[in-house]
């Protein structure tokens, strides 16, 4: 069995923002190493903050509230397995823990609120 076909789509600690990206993988999919070596950049301990589309789009200091020594930001450009402007947070398990299409970062703030509370 691949790893690949395990997911947690219905996890608790998985989560759609909105709007929803339209194609690639799932909040609660194991991220895949597409384009490849994705999961080599993302192999380091912690969470992975991936920003796809335009690097222009994104801040260049994400407010993570107080989470910058646990979270570590990456700027994915075209090259993300998610077509257009997304952002997901990797999980220290390699899943998507949360996914949304666009800029805005309130689901994911709330995301982070929730499962890795601020010292």
């Known amino acids: 069995m691949s ?3 395990i997911h947690y789509r219905r996890g608790p ?3 759609t923002g909105s709007p929803r990206p339209r194609q690639g993988p799932h909040a609660g999919d194991r991220l895949p190493d597409t384009p490849a070596g994705l999961q080599r950049r993302v192999a380091g301990p912690g969470y992975h903050l991936l920003f796809g589309g335009p690097t222009r789009s994104w801040p260049q200091d994400p407010p993570l ?3 910058g020594d646990l ?3 990456h ?3 075209t090259q993300s397995p998610w077509p ?3 952002h ?3 999980r220290p ?3 998507v823990g949360y996914l949304a299409r666009g800029t805005d970062l309130t689901g994911l703030r709330a995301y982070l609120d929730r499962w890795l509370p601020a010292r």
């Open 3 to 5: 790893e690949l076909g």
């Open 75 to 77: 700027h994915l450009g």
């Open 88 to 90: 997901a947070l990797v």
């Open 84 to 86: 257009g402007i997304t």
């Open 71 to 73: 979270v570590s930001v």
């Open 65 to 67: 509230g107080g989470r």
């Open 13 to 15: 600690a998985t989560v």
């Open 93 to 95: 398990d390699g899943y």
